[in-house]
């Protein structure tokens, strides 16, 4: 039977290198952590000229939460996601049992924002809408313009994609011949006369821009000028 082996004994000079590398190791794994919790999702509010239009209604995007006077983070690809999501959540807390609604998006800033000559590009268009459906958050009505995410052009600066509410008197909407053969330089202001369609009862917006580009949001950029604005005749 052979002889029982002594127990091996680490010089103490070894145990401090070991105890040593041990806790360089743990400083270079938390270092990735670090980094990421320096350069965090930045949420950016619109301007106070911007805030006007938001009142009473919210808008929900995946992963995002209400973008209601916000502009969509550069970070997690967000901006590319966007514009492949399908149509969002949009809850109007305050409308009214047995009323109906219209609602209507659309970006006024087509092709771009220093020459909107498409302007108003019609993104998303639904009648008869019941108040307790678009209370919850349910937008079920006649579509008559469906959904197109936002998907602002390349190099064309940050674009304003903005959601109105309106309360519906007309039992019947419908769009012209020549409104349904695009949906750019949309007219929404005949449209809102043609059907006699007063204020929004609510309304909100939100900003972004092409996901390849990188360009900082300047003071006052997308700002809501009534020459932007829907105007009834």
């Known amino acids: 039977m052979p002889a ?13 290198r070991l105890a040593t590398a041990a806790l360089f190791l743990g400083l270079t794994m938390a270092v990735p952590g670090d980094e990421e919790d320096s ?5 950016e509010a619109l301007s106070d000229s911007d805030a ?12 995002l939460g209400n973008l209601g006077c916000m502009v969509v983070p550069e970070c997690n690809n967000y901006r590319q996601k966007i514009t492949s999501w399908t149509e969002p959540i949009v809850k109007f ?6 009323a109906t609604y219209i609602l209507v998006m ?3 800033d087509a092709p ?3 020459s909107p000559k498409a302007q108003f590009w019609r993104h998303w268009l639904v009648t008869d809408i019941k108040g307790t459906d678009i209370r ?6 006649q579509e008559l313009s469906p959904y197109q995410p936002p998907s602002p052009p390349p190099k064309s600066g940050f674009h304003r994609y903005q959601f109105f509410v309106y309360l519906q008197q007309e039992k019947s909407i419908s769009l012209l011949p020549k409104e349904n053969k695009t949906r750019g330089s949309w007219k929404m202001d005949k449209f809102l006369s043609r059907f006699h369609l007063s204020e929004p009862e609510a309304s909100t917006q939100f900003m972004t821009q092409y996901y390849q580009d990188s360009q900082k949001l300047q003071p006052g950029e997308g700002s809501s000028e009534p020459k932007d604005k829907p105007k009834r005749r």
Not at 93 to 98: I, K, N, S
């Open 136 to 141: 919850k958050g349910k937008i079920q009505g």
């Open 106 to 108: 659309v970006d006024p």
């Open 39 to 43: 350069d965090p999702c930045v949420y």
């Open 52 to 63: 006007v239009l938001c009142k009473g209604l919210k808008v929900f995007y995946p992963e």
């Open 93 to 98: 807390p305050g409308a009214l049992d047995g």
């Open 112 to 114: 771009s924002r220093s």
């Open 4 to 16: 029982p082996r002594k127990p091996c004994k680490v010089p103490m000079g070894w145990t401090m």
